[in-house]
């Protein structure tokens, strides 16, 4: 029961710390904690099964709902983040072609002009 308790603990801590890289958007750290989550969720399940842990266990019931509303916290600032990140990759993608339209006015004026430097 002792190993059943500590990787809900460890779960709960990878929850809280998938938030902070969420927010800090540092995807490397994000991947690492979501794939140990994974991992940790597919033991616990197993582990329940095998100690007959439901969600009758009133410690257990509650911790979950917890962790329910700190998965949804953090779809929801997931989410953000994305909506976020897609308004400046258009906005860069906007500069982007506006330096695209500059350079192909200055490429082309200097091309068709008489003047060209020696050296």
């Known amino acids: 029961m002792v190993v059943f308790w500590g990787l809900l603990s460890s779960i709960e801590r990878i929850t809280s710390l ?9 995807f490397p750290t994000m991947e690492t904690l979501y794939e140990a989550k994974k ?7 197993a582990l329940a099964g095998r100690l007959g842990v439901t969600r009758q ?51 082309s004026d200097t091309s068709d002009s008489e003047f060209h430097a020696e050296g």
């Open 18 to 26: 998938e938030l902070e890289a969420v927010r800090a958007r540092d």
């Open 39 to 45: 991992v940790d969720l597919a033991r616990l399940v």
């Open 57 to 107: 266990n009133p410690e257990f019931q509650q911790r979950w709902v917890a962790l329910e509303r700190a998965c949804a916290k953090l779809a929801e600032a997931a989410g953000l983040e994305v909506q976020a990140l897609r308004g400046e990759w258009q906005g860069a993608d906007f500069e982007n072609q506006r330096l695209r339209s500059l350079k192909r006015a200055y490429v």
